[in-house]
């Protein structure tokens, strides 16, 4: 079996922090590598070559010759933003003679789950299409955009509710440990920002004055071009205390750090009392962790998977008052756990209608993936630390082949870094 996976890079690819940033082998956060990962270890099976790519300029032809399955899975795909990557890979799929499975796709909207008519609506209605002629079923993270694709005219038929496939990185196996009573201002404490979220910012400053434990793992493009450049190269301002200066506490203080690989985020994480935070995938890793954690969220995409995984979570709003002790305080993992086996037999159902083997069927072992991937060492996580030393990295690791989509501004300016520094 010779399957394509969409991704940003393979699960044992090595690259520095410049590298990832150069080359954007995150895409845009380095979430997408957690699900992508975990998608290529359940489908490792004896006899089964896969090859993790990104999906530019590929050609039809050269997929259906070399391929016999092309498997791709998805985030927030259904949103307007991706509608470009969403009528690429239609086109693609059109052309191909092999079967095409998504998994995990799902839509962005408000944090009521309403997602209002739009011209959007026509494109996801062609790429599901362009899906569904090629497999049984597609994958969805949970009951929003399952209720959404229902309005396009694609009932429970042909739609699974899966959640997301980086909660089944471990597969049917989760472990959840509370390691202290209480959160103190002492805690080992792992905090997920999107920056972008207005009352994100009023929190990191209130919990990084609070909590001297307190750690921002930040997951996002721009944050890493922070830490290794000293911009946040944003199009738009940001909102009033959000992490995206060097004068912000939890970088001034060398109190971020950033995780290029899920391997060192799951390992960096697990030396933490608890996680929480606006990210979804910063709060599933801490659970992969072991790790408490507890999703602030503040749109459809967060809250569908937190209530489909039962996931601890809590509606963001401009009024809402946050505090890390009483969110661990207030929380339960139990149904986390006892639901797990449940939802592993769903996404396993999925996997069996579309004709997928994975390693947790008799006579298959993940055994040779997590060997392979233990054997391999990943860059540590990414501090502010010396700023000139960081810039002198990135800017050994870019070079003038930058893949499309990098910022021309970031280009301009690791080579201003260059001519001064005579590299």
């Known amino acids: 079996m010779r399957i394509l996976l969409r991704a940003h890079k393979s699960p044992f ?29 359940l489908l490792s099976t004896q006899g089964t070559k896969i090859d993790a790519r990104k999906f530019v300029n590929l050609d039809p032809d050269r997929v259906n010759a070399n391929y016999d399955l092309v498997v791709v899975p998805l985030a927030d795909a259904f949103r307007k933003s991706f509608t470009d ?20 796709v799902g839509c962005q909207g408000p944090v009521s789950g309403r997602i ?21 079923t597609m994958g969805v993270r949970g009951e929003v955009t399952a209720g959404y694709l229902k309005r396009l005219g694609f009932g429970s038929d ?57 750690i921002y793992t930040a997951q996002d493009h721009l944050t890493l071009g922070l830490m290794l450049t000293g911009t946040y190269y944003a199009k738009k301002p940001q909102p009033e205390g959000s992490p995206t200066t060097l004068d912000h506490p939890l970088l001034s203080q060398n ?28 709060n599933i890793v801490a659970l992969l962790a072991g790790v408490p954690a507890v999703v602030l969220a503040h749109d459809s995409r967060t809250l569908e998977l937190a209530d489909y995984h039962e996931i601890p979570r809590q509606i963001l709003t401009g009024q809402t008052d946050v505090d890390a002790a009483d969110l661990y305080a207030g929380a339960s993992w139990e149904a986390t756990l006892t639901g797990h086996s449940e939802r592993w037999e769903r996404v396993t159902e999925f996997l069996r209608r579309n004709d997928l083997a994975h390693v947790y069927l008799p006579g ?12 391999i060492r990943f860059p540590k996580p990414v501090s502010v630390g010396d700023f000139t030393a960081r810039r002198f990295a990135l800017t050994r ?27």
Not at 31 to 39: C, D, H, I, K, Y
Not at 119 to 136: H, M, P, T, W, Y
Not at 260 to 282: E, N
Not at 404 to 421: C, E, H, M
Request: hydrophobic fraction near 40%.
């Open 116 to 136: 209002p008519a739009s011209g959007l609506d026509a494109i996801v209605k062609e790429f599901v299409s362009s899906v569904l002629n090629r497999s049984a």
């Open 364 to 375: 298959q072992s993940p055994r040779k993936f997590d060997q392979k991937l233990k054997s």
């Open 255 to 282: 109190r971020t750090r950033f995780c290029v690989d899920p391997t060192t985020w799951i390992r960096h994480l697990s030396g933490f009392d608890f996680s929480f935070g606006s990210r979804i995938h910063g």
């Open 85 to 104: 990557e969403l009528q690429a890979m239609t086109d693609l799929f059109n052309r191909l003679t092999i079967p095409v499975v998504v998994l995990g």
């Open 397 to 423: 690791a870019m070079d003038t082949q930058a893949e499309p989509g990098t910022s021309q501004a970031l280009i301009a300016r690791v080579r201003n870094v260059r001519q001064s520094l005579k590299l």
């Open 158 to 214: 042909v739609v699974d509710v899966i959640g997301c496939p980086s909660m089944f990185m471990a597969g049917p196996n989760l472990s959840i440990t509370k390691t202290v009573e209480a959160i103190t201002e002492q805690s080992r404490i792992s905090m997920n920002i999107s920056p972008y979220v207005p009352k994100m910012g009023p929190i990191s400053l209130d919990h990084a004055a609070r909590y001297q434990n307190l």
């Open 13 to 41: 690819r090595v690259a520095s922090a410049g590298k990832t940033l150069s080359k954007n082998l995150i895409g845009n956060n380095v979430g997408n590598l957690v699900f992508s990962q975990s998608v290529y270890r």
